[in-house]
Nanobody, 119 residues
Framework: QVQLVESGGGLVQAGGSLRLSCAAS????????MGWFRQAPGKERLFVGS????????VYADSVKGRFAISREDAKNTLYLQMNNLKPEDTAVYYC????????????WGQGTQVTVSS
């Protein structure tokens, strides 16, 4: 089992930046891909982006390309989501996810952290 805990959410004005962190614990030894999803009020949970097992490949949703960047620091078992030029439509609960390998379902989910962008 892998436990994921997000942090870094908060309230920011449009155009501002935030960096989310996701600390992984438990059976973290191994090859895990990681990523982020988000869910706005009353809407479905959507993919934001992911990073491959060895961090060489990142994939982003079109809505965040060029504004968000995912990175990982395996020595600290931590995943990051740098969010720049935030927009009100980025307001959502952000979830950290992980899976064993680079394909397949996301097996592990964090509890989420709220990001609110004011206009």
């Amino acid at each position: 089992q892998v436990q994921l805990v997000e942090s870094g959410g908060g309230l920011v004005q449009a155009g501002g930046s935030l960096r989310l962190s996701c600390a992984a614990s438990g059976r973290t030894r191994g090859q895990y891909a990681m990523g982020w999803f988000r869910q706005a009020p009353g809407k479905e949970r959507l993919f934001v982006g992911s990073i491959s097992v060895i961090g060489q490949i990142t994939v982003y949703a079109d809505s965040v390309k060029g504004r968000f960047a995912i990175s990982r620091e395996d020595a600290k078992n931590t995943l990051y989501l740098q969010m720049n030029n935030l927009k009100p439509e980025d307001t959502a609960v952000y979830y950290c996810v992980a899976r064993y390998g680079d394909v397949g379902p996301w097996d592990y989910w964090g509890q989420g952290t709220q990001v609110t962008v004011s206009s």
